[in-house]
């Protein structure tokens, strides 16, 4: 993953106390609740999944 110029490694962490998750990428985070990280995830893994279908077929 890359922002801006620089390539940091994205990190997600559990915040159960407060019912976040919290999505970390060099110095920015972005907290978001169970239910909008579920669905992220989700997206994520499609657009990945979308990807690698686009990739292996220019091959």
Do not use: C, F, H, N
Not at 14 to 30: C, D, N, Q, T
Request: glycine letters at 6%.
């Amino acid at each position: 993953m890359s922002l801006g110029v620089s390539k940091a490694p994205p990190s997600v962490v559990s915040m159960p106390a407060v019912g976040m998750v919290a999505i970390k990428i060099g110095a920015a985070s972005l907290y978001v609740e169970q239910e909008e990280a579920d669905r992220l995830a989700l997206d994520i893994q499609q657009a990945a999944l979308e990807l690698r279908s686009s990739t292996a077929v220019a091959a």
